[in-house]
């Protein structure tokens, strides 16, 4: 699997659209939009940092319930 698959991935499986994960990561819509579509090649610890923001979010959302 290619970084821009991963990334589409991690995208989809919190049900959000470019805009709104790139408000929730911080990242710029148009180098989401670079990276989803092989335009342009982030670091390969990217995916992996979002991965680990997206699983910490969801871990401090269980405990406040």
Do not use: C
């Not at 670079?34 to 405990?63: C, H, S």
């Amino acid at each position: 699997m290619s970084i821009a698959e991963k990334i589409t991935e991690l995208r989809e499986s919190v049900g959000e659209n470019r805009k709104e994960f790139s408000i929730r990561t911080g990242i710029p819509v148009r180098t989401l939009e670079d990276w989803e579509a092989g335009r342009r090649t982030p670091p390969e610890y990217i995916p992996r940092l979002i991965a680990f923001q997206l699983e910490y979010e969801k871990l401090v959302k269980a405990k406040e319930v």
